[in-house]
C-alpha cells in the first residue's frame, strides 16, 4: 500500500473522516428533532473522496463543493463549530446564519462554497484556476461533481475550457450512483463518467471512492500535473452514500438491504481502519482517540449551536451587496 502522507497527516485523514462522518450523524438526528431550518443532504459513506482530494490542497487552493458539501468543508479545514452554527441559522455561524447548510463557504480557507445549484463548481473553480495561473499563485482550483452533475453544460464548458486554457484544475466526480432518486446507470448516456472527462483532452483516473489510499494517490498524481504547468486532469471516485438524497427521503428507489451491504463492507473508516492497522502504520489506540475526540468535537459544536444566537433583524440588511 502506497501512501504519500507521514505518520501524523494519516492521524489527521483518518480524524476528519471520523469528524465527519460524526458530524453527519449528528446533523441528521438535529433535522430530524425539528432543530434545523431548511434542508440537508448528507455525505456519510463518501468521506474517504473528500480527504482524499483534500489532504493535497493548501488555504491557497481553492474549491467549489455542492449541495452535500459539509465534508468538503471539513476536509478544507473549516472550523467545526462554526458550521454547525449555520447550519443550525445563528449568528455566529460561518455565514452569519444566512447561507445554511447548502451555502456554506469560506474564503480564508479556499472553501468557495456548497452550492445549491447542480453543475456549479466547475465554473467557480475553473475560475480560480484561471486566476492563479495570471497572477502565478502556484495555487490550484477543484470541483466536486456528482454523477448527475457530470450531465450539466456547465461542467462541459469547464473541461473544454481548462484544457483549452491549459489551466491548473481538478475535476473530482464524485459517481455516487444516483441523482437525488436516478440511477447513474440510467441518466448517464455512456455510463462512464471518467470515458466523457477524458473525451475532453485530459488524463483521468478511475478509483474506488471508499478507498482512502487510491483517492490520495490519484489526486497527488493530478496535483502534480496541474502545480507544474501541465494543466487539467480528473478523478471519477465511486462511492455511494448511506442517508437518502436529503434528509426525510423515503429511498424508494433502493433497498434497505443496499444500505445495510454498504454500511458492512463499503464503509471507507471500517476500510481505512483495517488497512492501517494491517500495514502497522497506526494502531488501534491511535485510531480509537480520533474516534472519540471527532465525536467530542461535534457534540460540542451542537451543544454550542443550540444555546447561539439568532440572527438580528438588523442582520437582513447586511452583506446585501459585495463591498469593494
Ligand atoms: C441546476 C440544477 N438542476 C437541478 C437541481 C435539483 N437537484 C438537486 S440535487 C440533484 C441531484 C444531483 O445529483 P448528483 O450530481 O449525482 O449529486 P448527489 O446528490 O448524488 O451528491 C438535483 C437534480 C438543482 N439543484 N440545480
Ligand atoms: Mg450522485
New binding site residues.
Given amino acids: 500500500m502506497g501512501t504519500p502522507l507521514n505518520h501524523d497527516e494519516l492521524i489527521t485523514a483518518y480524524g476528519q473522516m471520523r469528524t465527519i462522518r460524526a458530524f453527519e450523524e449528528s446533523v441528521n438526528e438535529e433535522f430530524l428533532d425539528g432543530n434545523i431550518p431548511g434542508f440537508v443532504?448528507l455525505?456519510a459513506g463518501?468521506e474517504a473522496i473528500a480527504v482524499g482530494v483534500c489532504a493535497h490542497l493548501s488555504d491557497e487552493d481553492k474549491i467549489g463543493s455542492?449541495?452535500?458539501g459539509h465534508g468538503h468543508c471539513i476536509a478544507k479545514g473549516c472550523d467545526v463549530r462554526a458550521m454547525m452554527l449555520e447550519i443550525f441559522g445563528k449568528k455566529d455561524g460561518l455565514c452569519g446564519g444566512k447561507g445554511g447548510s447548502m451555502h456554506i463557504a469560506d474564503l480564508d480557507r479556499g472553501m468557495l462554497g456548497a452550492n445549491?445549484?447542480?453543475?456549479?463548481a466547475p465554473p467557480l473553480a475553473i475560475g480560480a484556476a484561471l486566476a492563479a495561473k495570471n497572477l502565478g499563485t502556484g495555487g490550484i482550483g477543484v470541483a466536486f461533481?456528482?454523477?448527475?452533475?457530470?450531465n450539466?453544460g456547465?461542467t462541459f464548458e469547464a473541461l473544454n475550457m481548462a484544457v483549452a486554457l491549459k489551466l491548473p484544475a481538478i475535476f473530482v466526480f464524485?459517481?455516487?450512483?444516483?441523482?437525488?432518486g436516478?440511477g447513474?446507470d440510467f441518466a448517464v448516456g455512456s455510463g462512464d463518467i471518467g470515458a466523457l472527462a477524458g473525451a475532453f483532452g485530459m488524463p483521468v483516473t478511475c478509483v474506488d471512492g471508499t478507498d482512502f489510499f487510491a483517492v490520495c494517490e490519484a489526486m497527488a498524481d493530478a496535483v502534480d500535473r496541474a502545480r507544474s504547468g501541465d494543466g487539467p486532469g480528473a478523478i471519477e471516485a465511486k462511492a455511494t452514500?448511506f442517508y437518502g438524497?436529503y434528509v426525510g427521503d423515503p429511498e424508494r428507489y433502493r433497498s434497505s438491504i443496499e444500505v445495510s451491504e454498504l454500511r458492512e463492507h463499503h464503509d471507507c473508516l471500517k476500510i481505512f481502519r483495517s488497512r492501517v492497522l494491517e500495514s502497522g502504520l497506526l494502531t488501534e489506540n491511535e485510531l480509537d482517540d480520533q474516534d472519540r475526540e471527532a465525536v467530542a468535537e461535534v457534540d460540542a459544536a451542537v451543544l454550542a449551536a443550540k444555546a447561539a444566537s439568532d440572527p438580528t433583524s438588523s442582520d437582513l440588511i447586511t452583506d446585501v451587496y459585495a463591498g469593494y
Fill in positions: 443532504h455525505y463518501q455542492t449541495h452535500r445549491a445549484i447542480v453543475g456549479g461533481i456528482g454523477d448527475g452533475a457530470s450539466q456547465t464524485e459517481n455516487n450512483g444516483y441523482g437525488e436516478t447513474h452514500r438524497h
